[in-house]
């Protein structure tokens, strides 16, 4: 992570400039990224809490501000996708670098645990400065990013499964999961207290109301 995040770009946001989501800030291209998810779920019909998405967006928007370099973040480095030499257990590949953004390089922890499984890793994070790199976890405008990018995947995760046509017996367990992780950042965001929900652990919040999504499928 520390090595990938010194190469940087010109721009915020997906490589990709026909897609048009990328801005001049990395706001203005994280905006993008998620109105782009919101309006993927109303066009899959995957009910959201959007209004309350976009008010946390708004309310945090001088943290996501302080990102001023856009490096290359490759969103997606879960163990599945490195490869590394079973002698010297050095990596020797990284793969699936579909959803590789020019931004925070924060973004890196969320796409990396993506279930929310557990906070970063002191070892992680002890390895990363080892790199000269500062990720900035721990400080306000980084705690609130992270829960922000914590909405983006989740985002993300609610979203794919109908385009995908996801099936299976987990479906259900990990719409849940992704419900309740989305509800937790959004409510921890808006200054009300929530306990993060591990997916291995029974599943009792999903979002409630008419913004719940379906778990039937």
Known sequence: MGR????QGEHFGYPNLAA????????EAFGRMIDALLEDAHRWGTPLPSDQVRSALARHH???AEVTTPSLVHTD????????DPVTRSLTGVIDPERSVWGDPLLELVGA??????????????GYASQGGDLRAGSP???????L????MSLVLLVEIAPRGYTGDWLDGHRASAAANLRTALHTLAGRSAAVVH????????????DAPPHGR
């Open 113 to 126: 645990d993506q279930l929310w499984r557990a906070e970063p890793p002191d070892a992680l994070l002890d």
């Open 20 to 27: 048009g989501l990328h801005g001049a800030s990395w706001p």
């Open 62 to 64: 001088d943290a996501l």
């Open 149 to 152: 990018y914590r909405v983006w």
């Open 199 to 210: 997916p291995d652990a029974p599943q009792n919040h999903p979002l409630s109301g008419p």
């Open 77 to 84: 480095l879960w163990p599945a996708n490195l490869f590394v």
């Open 141 to 147: 405008g980084g705690r609130a990013r992270l829960l």
């Open 4 to 7: 990938l995040h010194t190469v």
